[in-house]
T-cell receptor, first 114, second 111 residues
Framework: DAGVIQSPRHEVTEMGQEVTLRCKPI?????LFWYRQTMMRGLELLIY????????DSGMPEDRFSAKMPNASFSTLKIQPSEPRDSAVYFC????????????FGQGTRLTVV | GQQVMQIPQYQHVQEGEDFTTYCNSS?????IQWYKQRPGGHPVFLIQ???SGEVKKQKRLTFQFGEAKKNSSLHITATQTTDVGTYFC???????????WGAGTKLIIKP
């Protein structure tokens, strides 16, 4: 397996634009997690899915953020409209058994909102 | 709420010196995991500890899980430049479905 695949690797966008980040988890993993990492706040869990169903979205900062998982092999994180404070590295991770086993991270998307 | 505290935030060492990072949970954990993130990279799983008092070694890295399963440590002997990065501990939330992360300890090798 190629591991967790995220795209794009880098995204630069203007304030107010819509941004969509994509993730393909490892096949067979039932859990998918979206994280955000910044120097100030460290690694934050935004939302996670179990078997394509959103379980906990309490980490999503605002209504501008939304996430979907239409099938077991694809998830998106959308920010609309984007703001400069959304600039961060966004990681997607998948796991076979949630917190009971290791999480496999994608390489991340570095988002810059200008 | 459930928390995982990790100290120190940074550690500067000379190459060849030892490095230790400590992790403390507010609740008993079913397991604790350690990850390494290289500069510009993504967190990569190192190891999982499950048993009370467990000690595991990976070459120069020694991982310990406390008897009460609330604390853990990672010790690196004779650091090398390849050890540079941030080390995170993480433990499952009570529901066991998601991980709670420590803030990480950044290992910096002095020039």
């Amino acid at each position: 397996d190629a591991g967790v695949i995220q795209s794009p690797r880098h995204e630069v966008t203007e304030m107010g634009q819509e941004v969509t980040l994509r993730c393909k988890p490892i096949s067979g993993h039932d859990y998918l997690f979206w994280y955000r990492q910044t120097m100030m706040r460290g690694l934050e869990l935004l939302i996670y899915f179990n078997n394509n169903v959103p379980i906990d979205d309490s980490g999503m900062p605002e209504d501008r953020f939304s996430a979907k998982m239409p099938n077991a092999s694809f998830s998106t994180l959308k920010i609309q409209p984007s703001e400069p404070r959304d600039s961060a590295v966004y990681f997607c991770a998948s796991s076979p058994s949630g917190g009971a086993t290791e999480a496999f991270f994608g390489q991340g998307t570095r988002l810059t909102v200008v | 709420g459930q928390q995982v505290m990790q100290i120190p935030q940074y550690q500067h060492v000379q190459e060849g010196e030892d490095f230790t990072t400590y992790c403390n949970s507010s609740t008993t954990l079913s397991n604790i995991q350690w990850y390494k993130q290289r500069p510009g990279g993504h967190p990569v799983f190192l190891i999982q500890l499950v048993k009370s008092g467990e000690v595991k070694k990976q070459k120069r890295l020694t991982f310990q899980f406390g008897e009460a399963k609330k604390n853990s440590s990672l010790h690196i002997t004779a650091t090398q430049t390849t050890d540079v990065g941030t080390y995170f501990c993480a433990g499952p939330r009570d529901s066991n479905y998601q991980l709670i992360w420590g803030a990480g300890t950044k290992l910096i090798i002095k020039p």
